[in-house]
Nanobody, 123 residues
Framework: QVQLAESGGGLVQTGGSLRLSCVVS????????MGWFRQAPGKEREFVAL????????YYADSVKGRFTISRDNAKNTVYLQMNSLKPEDTAVYYC????????????????WGQGTQVTVSS
């Protein structure tokens, strides 16, 4: 069984930064493409960023491109999301997810999910 645990959320002012971490346990981490998603109150969960198994391929939602950076450390079984220039519209619960195989941005193709970490950006 694969387990994911996010951390690093919190309250930050507009323009601030946060770094989210997600530790994965249970299976070979390097076998999984990893993604970050978010869900704001009253909205559907949406794709934020993904990274391929080796870390070479990354892809971002237009809304975060140029501000967020996804990375992974396969030796530490951890994926990160560095979030800079945060805006109030970035406020959401952020989830990391694991997909066994090549990378994908499709939410329903991710088999494993963490519990989420709250990010709140004040104006």
């Amino acid at each position: 069984q694969v387990q994911l645990a996010e951390s690093g959320g919190g309250l930050v002012q507009t323009g601030g930064s946060l770094r989210l971490s997600c530790v994965v346990s249970g299976r070979t981490f390097s076998s999984y493409g990893m993604g970050w998603f978010r869900q704001a109150p009253g909205k559907e969960r949406e794709f934020v960023a993904l990274i391929g198994r080796s870390g070479i391929i990354t892809y971002y939602a237009d809304s975060v491109k140029g501000r967020f950076t996804i990375s992974r450390d396969n030796a530490k079984n951890t994926v990160y999301l560095q979030m800079n220039s945060l805006k109030p519209e970035d406020t959401a619960v952020y989830y990391c997810a694991a997909h066994f195989g090549v990378w994908t941005a499709a939410l329903n193709e991710y088999e494993y999910w963490g519990q989420g970490t709250q990010v709140t950006v004040s104006s």
